[in-house]
């Protein structure tokens, strides 16, 4: 079972990696670092957006958290999952996963992602349209 021990939003002061999507928290960029134990304590860095996407991933239930939290390449499963489903189920060969990552966030701020019971399939995943788009607060932290 993963500890949080603390979690903070900073400002970037260097470039630092963020340990979901693995692209740049360029400097003067607000992310979340979160302080965690795992059998040892860790630091864990994230971009803002990716932050938000790993919690809709979570209260969806498209991932399912059984202790060990979401690691990157859970992150990047639920993101390719999200954009072949709802985004674009069209493969475009040569789409990088920064530019799939993308649009799958500005899809996330326009929509949720809901788990629906049906008769036949059992359980499946529907977009619904928020009634707000979502906004992040780049503020926060300072």
Not at 23 to 36: A, D, M, N, R
Not at 38 to 54: G, I
Not at 78 to 87: A, K, L, P, T, Y
Not at 95 to 101: D, G, M, N, V
């Amino acid at each position: 079972m993963v500890e949080v021990i603390s979690e903070e939003y900073r400002k970037a002061n260097k470039k630092h990696e963020c340990d979901y999507c693995l692209g740049y928290i360029e400097k003067g960029e607000f992310y979340k670092v979160s302080t965690l134990k795992h059998d040892y304590v860790y630091r864990w860095k994230s971009h803002r957006e990716c932050e938000f996407l790993a919690d809709e991933f979570h209260r969806s239930g498209l991932f399912e958290d059984y202790g060990n939290g979401m690691v990157q390449e859970d992150f990047e499963e639920c993101v390719e999952q999200v954009h072949d489903s709802f985004v674009n189920p069209e493969y475009e060969y040569g789409s990088t996963f920064q530019s799939r990552l993308k649009e799958v966030y500005n899809f996330l701020c326009e929509n949720s992602i809901e788990l629906e019971i049906t008769k036949s399939y059992g359980m499946a995943f529907k977009a619904v349209k928020r009634e707000q788009p979502v906004i992040l607060d780049y503020m926060q932290g300072e």
